[in-house]
């Protein structure tokens, strides 16, 4: 499988550019793209490909504000399984279901395009996505796949040390 990675600053068109590889058939993967309520950024959702959906991922803290709301309901929906993450309320059952859809498309062989986005300070930590991503670096020496990862720039280097991997490639983006 050779690995790519795909960097760029936050805005610097990532989710989109993982989002082209997504729609030719033989791909799978994740998508994490920002959420809005009206004009005000809540977080960022999980979508999963193919066919998969969309769900609510993960939505900022705040207090006393109109959008607390949201996050009680993200409490609610989760029964308390969620993680807290600095400014974040992160619901673990999103990344459950998605890590158990994509396993399931792993073994797939008709897919040939794997994309996993966003690999950050979550996953270093062992959380969020880190297993799936684990597993498929395992995959690393498979030459008939490709596997595309979004990663902040300050990370790129962590990343592959704590997975254990050295990328074939990069792409960098700055919009």
Known sequence: ???????????????????????????AGCLAPKAF???????????????GGRSVLVRERRTGSSLEKVIHKVKEESGGDYIFFGPFLFYNGVFRK?????????EDDSFR?????????LEMAGE?????LSSMVKEHGRADRELYLSVRPDLVEPVQERFGFS??????LNY
């Open 1 to 27: 499988m050779e690995i790519v990675i795909v960097s760029g600053s936050p805005d610097s068109g990532k989710t989109a550019y993982l989002r082209s590889l997504l729609n030719e058939e033989g791909s």
């Open 98 to 106: 998605s890590r158990q859809f994509l396993q399931q498309k792993l």
């Open 37 to 51: 309520y009206e004009d005000h950024f809540l977080g960022y959702d999980m979508e999963l490909f193919p066919h």
């Open 113 to 121: 395009t794997w994309v996993l986005d966003e690999i950050g300070p």
């Open 128 to 132: 969020g996505l880190a297993p799936l």
């Open 167 to 172: 990328a074939d490639r990069t792409v960098k």
